[in-house]
């Protein structure tokens, strides 16, 4: 079975081909250095440039892989959450490309894509295992029993650890994108330099970033004009007490679910820190971790056609009535099963 997959929910456009052998092709146009000039995503701006990029990359994965639209079983792509207007494009070209082909549509859910970069390559994670999702947009811890089982352990109350990288970079004056910028300043500095406060949440498995991130803002406006020469220490200490979160609410949603297995995704899965203290952490309570390589950390398609090879392989499609959903959740598995009747 080989499945061709479409991302396109924020500013990258990227096209994958994953099949029985793994992964045939991996394109990406990526529209990062139209953003930079603005500081962030402009929505319109992403839109307009993933209409210029969907064929060209889909047709680059086709090639890539040496095969045509009839050789493949199904379309995946992703359709939340994300921008609306960005997740429109990849899914209206799925859509066309399986009318044309007449190819079954699999609708990927963004997130479920990230805990998927981790199925890509060999080893693949055994289950039960525990997946902690660090995005731009979520901090969620999970526990996966199986393909496509699901539940949802805790989330982030506020800010998601990547949203508080992005913000507090930007008011460090870091150019954009801040997260990976501060995580490579932060390589020079001491993380002890600061002290800042982790938010614990008791027992809890959720997070909150946000006090942090508005600690870090007052000891810049304290420091004025010598924040500049402390920006290394400053990366260092907001990048360890991040991390330090992190790690901990894994290990303790590990400890409370009783698994042997972790699994850590998303763009701040890229953050050198947070992967050497998780690889840390893990080999010292001996639990296996899954950790992807860079190159499918971020946003990509590599993820969606390998979650979209596994959701068709259990018996799951979508009609092409599939619409986006700009914050479409991860369902839990109970939810999963009252709203589509049978879990793949
Ligand atoms: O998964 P992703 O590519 O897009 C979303 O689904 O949101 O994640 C993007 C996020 C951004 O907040 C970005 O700053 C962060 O991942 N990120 C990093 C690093 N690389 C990407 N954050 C910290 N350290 C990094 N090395
Ligand atoms: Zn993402």
Redesign the pocket.
Known sequence: MTVLAIES??D?TAAAIYGDCGLLANDVASQLAAHAAFGGVVPELASRMHVEAVWYTVRAALADAGLGLDAVDAVAVTHG??LVGSLLVGLCAAKGLCWRAGKPLVGVN??EG?IYSNFIEDPVPEFPLVTLI?????SDLMLMRGHGDYDVLGRARDD????A??KV?RRMGLPY????V???LAEQGDPKAFALPRARLAGELEFSFSGLKTALVRVVEQLGDQAEARLPDLCASF?AA?VDILVEKTLLAVERHGVRHVAV??????????RRSMEAACADAGLTLSIPP?RY????AAMIACAGYHRLRGGGSSTLTLDVASNLPLLDAEAWRAEVATPW
């Open positions: 929910s924020c990258e959450p994300g963004h997130l990230h660090v995005s731009g947009g979520h998601a650890a990547g949203e990288f992005d970079a994108p801040g997260g990976p501060l995580d490579k990048r991040v995704c998303g763009g701040v899965a890229a953050n050198a820190g947070l860079l950390c971020t946003d990509n």
